[in-house]
């Protein structure tokens, strides 16, 4: 039976799994499908073109959805992190603050790890996700 906490800790996961799904889509991917003042700049500045960038603003939006599908779930937070990298790697190289990919990295880890405790049994051992639980 499932006790009051891991029906808040599951509530929190699924809350947090649709805040990181409703930037990548509403905040990140909508920046990629519509025009506005700058945009090719800002994209050349990134080394990246407008054709490319539409084609990650489709892989951000297939990533949401997997976020909130229970079963791909954990294989959409593995591409997440793997796209992640490369916005990490892409705001390294061109010299801007790479913080914020790494936090909504770890807030979806957290949300899954929320939502299946068994995420963070695996990736910290058992005590981690029982604690998750009380």
Request: hydrophobic share 55%.
């Amino acid at each position: 039976m499932k006790t009051s906490g891991t029906k808040k800790s599951r509530t929190a996961g699924w809350v947090l799994s649709v805040l990181v799904s409703l930037f990548l889509v509403g905040a990140s991917a909508s920046g990629k499908f519509t025009q506005w003042e700058g945009k090719d700049e800002m994209f050349a500045k990134l080394g990246w073109s407008e054709d490319v960038m539409f084609m990650i603003g489709i892989v951000e939006v297939a990533i949401a959805i997997l976020i909130l599908i229970p079963r791909t779930a954990f294989v959409g937070s593995i591409l997440l992190a793997a796209y992640l990298g490369g916005a990490v790697a892409t705001h390294v190289r061109v010299g801007e603050p790479y913080f914020f990919p790494i936090i909504i990295g770890v807030l979806a880890w957290v949300a899954l790890g929320l939502r299946q405790p068994d995420v963070f049994r695996l990736a910290l051992g058992r005590g981690a996700a029982d604690a998750v639980q009380s």
